[in-house]
Structure formats: C-alpha cells, structure tokens
C-alpha cells in the first residue's frame, strides 16, 4: 500500500509564503488523483485544492490565486504552493491520493497524518 508523508507545516506571518510537499512511499498499481485538505479547529475537513494525474487542477474559492497545487511524477510528490497566507488558513492540511492497489486492482483513498499550518503575528 502507498504511504503519505506532509511536510512543511509551521507558523507564518499573515501575508507571508509556505510550500507543503507530501511524498508518497511504498508500492501501488497506481496513483491517480491527489489534494490537499485542511480541517480547522471545530471545522469539517475541506478540499483545498486537487490535481488529477494529467496535471488538471482545481481549487477551493477561497484559495484560488493563492495556493497552487503540483505533481511531480518521478518524485512521487504532490506540492501545495501557499503565498498571502491568512489567518483563516489556519488548520491541518492533509494530503490524499487516489490509488489501484496492486492486490485486486482496486480503489483506495489513501491520507497523510496531517502537517500542521499556523498562520498568526
């Protein structure tokens, strides 16, 4: 099974820049669409933004022109470009990926632990 690993959570100043990154580990048939979510404090967990294998990508509105989202293939790694960052950004963002597992060929959602995004003066 393919495991997920965040990275590059922390705290940041309103208005300032953090790139997330999750790499993907262990073995599938394979991986198709990826995202990024986020729950806050007492908040249901949100699609922030998501890319298919292709490359297509989509965003929550309130992140749209702020947040990118990107894949690189050979690295097994999906990244989330955060820039004018607010404290409503507040949360932990989660990664997610899509996956064939090799087994019996079939679906399987598969989640990171959760990094960890503060965004506060």
């Known amino acids: 099974q393919v495991q997920l690993a965040e990275s590059g959570g922390g705290l940041v100043q309103p208005g300032g820049s953090l790139r997330l990154s999750c790499a993907a580990s262990?073995?599938?048939?394979?991986?198709?669409?990826m995202g990024w979510y986020r729950q806050a404090p007492g908040k249901e967990r949100e699609l922030v933004a998501g890319?298919?294998?292709?490359?297509?990508?989509k965003y929550a509105d309130s992140v749209k022109d702020r947040f990118t989202i990107s894949r690189n293939n050979i690295k097994h790694t999906v990244y989330l470009q955060m820039s004018s960052l607010k404290p409503e950004d507040t949360a932990v963002y989660y990664c997610?990926?899509?996956?064939?597992?090799?087994?019996?060929?079939?679906?399987?959602?598969?989640w990171g632990q959760g990094t960890l995004v503060t965004v506060s003066s």
């Open positions: 262990g073995i599938a048939f394979k991986i198709n669409d």
């Open positions: 890319i298919t294998s292709d490359g297509s990508t």
């Open positions: 997610k990926a899509d996956t064939i597992t090799i087994r019996n060929y079939s679906n399987l959602e598969v």
